[in-house]
Nanobody, 124 residues
Framework: QVQLAESGGGLVQAGGSVRLSCVASARTFSYHSMGWFRQAPGKEREFVAGINWGGGTNYADSVKGRFTISRGNNKNEVYLQMNSLKPEDTAVYYC??????????????????WGKGTLVTVSS
């Protein structure tokens, strides 16, 4: 099973930036897609951004123009650059992986592996 480990969360003021990183375990898989989800207190986990094996990206409407997802050269790492942060972005951010090259619909059940999450707190 693929292991995912996130890092980079913390406390930031509104308008600031944070970069999250996620590293997948040893290369025991081939084509895959990776994404970020988040869960705010008292709310359900929701999709934030995803990137397919070929580099195509998808974003939730709430983060378009502010967040950017990218992958490392070996494609076992994924990053989420979050700019112009708002208090409503406060959540635990989870890295996720799907064992296929293309994901058209980024819903929770489509993911095969999850990280443990990293907390991002945006103060007003």
């Amino acid at each position: 099973q693929v292991q995912l480990a996130e890092s980079g969360g913390g406390l930031v003021q509104a308008g600031g930036s944070v970069r999250l990183s996620c590293v997948a375990s040893a290369r025991t898989f081939s084509y895959h897609s990776m994404g970020w989800f988040r869960q705010a207190p008292g709310k359900e986990r929701e999709f934030v951004a995803g990137i397919n094996w070929g580099g195509g990206t998808n974003y939730a409407d709430s983060v378009k123009g502010r967040f950017t997802i990218s992958r490392g050269n070996n494609k076992n790492e994924v990053y989420l650059q979050m700019n112009s942060l708002k208090p409503e972005d406060t959540a635990v951010y989870y890295c996720a992986l799907a064992l296929r090259s293309y994901v058209s619909d980024w819903y929770l059940a489509a993911m095969n592996s999850w990280g443990k999450g990293t907390l991002v707190t945006v103060s007003s």
